[in-house]
């Protein structure tokens, strides 16, 4: 049965905090709710008008709090620990298939034997002497010597010494290959990948200075970055709207090919099926993996990226990522978990302190003297809220508690399934010594308890008596989790790659989602079923390019998802209602535009001639004729228009045959130089232009994240760095 407007946008709310499989967050939420009733989540829970009481609200009324604290306390850490036998088996198997020359496959197996060994000192003696790792690596390292990839040897070689010096017998031998891999990497250090760097990762080349003409691979955005938005061009402004909120729109004219922001994420997470394949801190593929000191879960592609990840969110995500997993929960509240581990309690309490500094000066007061009016009022709350932001928000950024939450629409039954998610994330923090003081939580049950007398909920009752409620440090970073799971369900992006085809460049590639991230710039961008931009990623960072011309003020819009070309009116509107909670108004909406099979060039408008006129006009019958416009009341000849509309034909054609033989950057001209040409004259919709616009995307994306999988036989080893 088809589900209502309100059932699919409660299902697809739902979704964004876990996931529809059965799991024990799913199991805990029903349970929770059966307890708590109906009748108290609408009224009493409903009730509470702001995250802090809805947080403190679970732990207040007594069966709620018995059930939440007594499922709870059994939580337990969970991850996947070093295993220095299965290293040294991955090991053994990896001299095997060096021996019968399968090198890829020998990689694979050493680098998993990397990933499973325990540091020196910490693995039974009798399993190699307690040298798994250094092992590991040595082995690794040679192979990679043989394959010439010196610098990746060398880092390897380098890692064995990270912590403690090995045996005499293999220090001396370490030495020599050491000294052997930097003369070639000093010899050839023109030629070789270097040290740690990646094959597949890409520097940012530098930009050509004329603007006119747009790079493939720009290193920063069309014409310089914007001061007051990080990581955005100066082409672009926010403005405040009364329907459609802040929206980016054009501060100046905008050409296809523009590179309207590359921003790196405030918060980003991997996802689990990629945990083999890409590094968990900057997803870049993995090639020459290195394994965190105490779980097998996660691989980095290089000390710099797992030193980082340590220092901050993996340290207390470490033995609790598998719990993570399994627990049924979303992406975007792994996001949401991400967003307090990468801060740290102390910068918590900080963001914590600002945005109840924020919330208090936004609200009403008195007047600060008889007779003051509405609009000194407002400046001085203004004047408030910038000093109390300044101090803190020139420390930590605080964009992301800018981004719209839809608080006002939430039902008490979504606050509450966020508020339990909420309640589960700080459980885990509390597992992994997140705070410096803990509440009590040994959730021990006394023998009188234990009677058959008692009812399950008495006894769970009894439990969490001895289980404290969260402290007030453990509240408010629970608030923080609360916010969290509301803003970055409007706001998230996914991150992906594109997979290439076997055999074209483009034939066949398709882009493959590995992670989600919240990017606060680019989050300002509002949604058309027409883009006027085009996103695709570097790493972890996002960048936004123009895919068409727009003038002074008009909206700079990215796609949600739903595309007119692809899906229909009212699959769009059903999906943007459902997923973002708005009905979209764009003029494709508007004007019902058709998907591609039925679109034709036929559709298409031409501009007035007029300067001022912003009548459009059908496709004359007879070119030749003038016509009398019935904007400026003018006779206006379209020959012209005409003519240039077959000349923007033209270059698409050119750009796709120049696409066609994987020549990318003359595509690219072509593309620009036709879309330019086109919105000077003319209007969507427009079969060809659309069909330009798209392949443009897809060219630009050839300077991102990029991989081309290799050909599988049977005999090959499975593509991963499973562990």
């Avoid at 992301?400 to 966020?418: G, W």
């Avoid at 700080?426 to 021990?444: H, I, T, Y």
């Avoid at 904007?631 to 050119?654: M, N, P, T």
Wanted: net charge positive; proline share 6%.
């Amino acid at each position: 049965m088809e589900l209502s407007e309100e059932g699919y946008r409660r299902v697809c709310s739902l979704e964004t905090v876990r996931s529809g499989k059965k799991g024990f967050f799913v199991e805990f939420g029903e349970r929770v709710r059966r307890v708590a009733g109906g009748d108290w989540i609408a009224n009493a829970f409903g009730g509470a008008g702001d995250d802090e009481s809805r947080i403190r609200a679970i732990y207040a009324e007594g069966r709620v709090r018995a059930e939440v604290l007594g499922t709870l306390s059994r939580t337990k850490t969970l991850y996947r620990a070093k295993d220095a036998i299965a290293s040294r088996a991955r090991r053994l198997e990896g001299f095997a298939a060096v021996a019968a020359a399968e090198r890829e496959k020998a990689l694979l197996l050493f680098s998993q034997a990397v990933l499973r060994a325990p540091a020196p000192g910490i693995c039974e003696s009798t399993v190699d002497r307690g040298l798994a790792l250094p092992l590991a690596l040595l082995a690794r390292a040679e192979l990679f010597a043989t394959l010439g990839e010196h610098g990746l040897a060398f880092e390897d070689l380098n890692l064995i010494e990270e912590k403690e010096l090995p045996p005499d017998r293999l220090r001396t031998e370490l030495a020599r290959k050491r000294d052997e891999c930097e003369r070639i990497l000093r010899a050839n250090e023109n030629s070789l990948v270097p040290g740690g760097a990646l094959l597949d990762r890409k520097p940012l080349p530098a930009s050509r200075p004329s603007r006119p003409s747009r790079p493939s691979r720009p290193s920063r955005p069309s014409g310089g970055e914007n001061p007051r938005l990080p990581g955005a061009s100066s082409l672009i402004d926010i403005e405040e709207t009364a329907t459609a909120g802040h929206r980016a729109i054009a501060a100046e004219e905008i050409v296809p090919g523009d590179t309207l922001a590359i921003e790196p994420p405030i918060a980003a997470c991997l996802l689990p099926e990629y945990f083999g394949t890409h590094c968990h801190h900057c997803f870049s593929r993995l090639r020459a993996p290195v394994g965190c000191p105490d779980c097998t879960t996660v691989a980095f592609c290089a000390r710099t990226c797992r030193d980082v990840a340590l220092a901050s969110y993996h340290r207390y995500e470490c033995k609790i990522l598998a719990l993570l997993i399994g627990s049924g929960m979303s992406a975007l509240s792994t996001l949401a978990l991400r967003m307090v581990t990468a801060n740290g309690p102390s910068a918590c309490a900080e963001i914590y302190r600002a945005i109840a500094s924020r919330e208090d000066t936004a609200k009403p007061s008195d007047d600060p003297s008889p007779g003051t009016s509405r609009s000194a009022k407002r400046r001085l709350r203004k004047k408030k809220l910038r000093d109390s932001r300044y101090s803190t928000e020139k420390r930590l950024d605080l964009r992301a508690y800018d981004l719209v939450a839809h608080a006002d629409r939430r039902t008490p039954q979504d606050f509450f399934e966020r508020s339990l998610m909420a309640a589960f994330l700080l459980k885990c923090l509390q597992r992994v010594d997140f705070f410096a003081k803990v509440s009590r939580d040994d959730g021990k049950v006394t023998n009188d308890h234990r009677s058959s007398r008692f009812t399950p909920i008495e006894r769970i009752a009894a439990r969490s008596f001895l289980s404290e409620s969260p402290n007030e440090q453990e509240i408010q970073v629970a608030v923080l989790l609360l916010k969290h799971l509301q803003l970055l369900q409007f706001n998230a992006h996914e991150v992906f790659e594109t997979r290439l085809g076997p055999e074209h460049r483009f034939r066949g590639s398709r882009p493959v989602y590995i992670g989600v991230a919240v990017y606060p710039t680019v989050a300002r961008f509002n949604h058309d079923c027409y883009p006027a931009v085009t996103r695709y990623f570097l790493g972890r960072s996002i960048v936004i390019r123009a895919i068409r011309k727009l003038r002074i003020g008009e909206p700079v819009a990215e796609n949600y998802g739903p595309i007119f070309t692809k899906r229909s009116l009212n699959e769009r509107r059903k999906t943007l209602a459902g997923r973002y909670w708005f009905r979209c108004e764009c003029t494709a909406c508007r004007e019902d535009w058709p998907g591609f099979e039925t679109l034709t060039n036929d559709r298409v408008r031409f501009r007035c001639p007029t300067e001022g006129c912003e009548k459009l006009h059908r496709r004359p019958r007879d070119a030749n004729r003038a016509l009398e416009c019935s904007g400026c009341r003018r006779k206006i000849d379209l020959r012209g228009s005409v003519e240039a509309l077959a000349a923007c034909e033209e270059f698409y054609a050119r750009g796709f045959a120049a696409m066609d033989q994987e020549r990318v950057e003359t595509a690219l001209e072509l593309f620009f130089e036709g879309a330019n040409a086109f919105h000077r004259v003319a209007v969507p919709p427009h079969r060809d232009t659309h069909l330009a616009e798209i392949a443009a995307s897809a060219c630009m994306a050839d300077a991102g994240n990029l991989w081309r999988p290799p050909p599988i036989s049977n005999s090959d080893p499975k593509l991963t760095f499973d562990r």
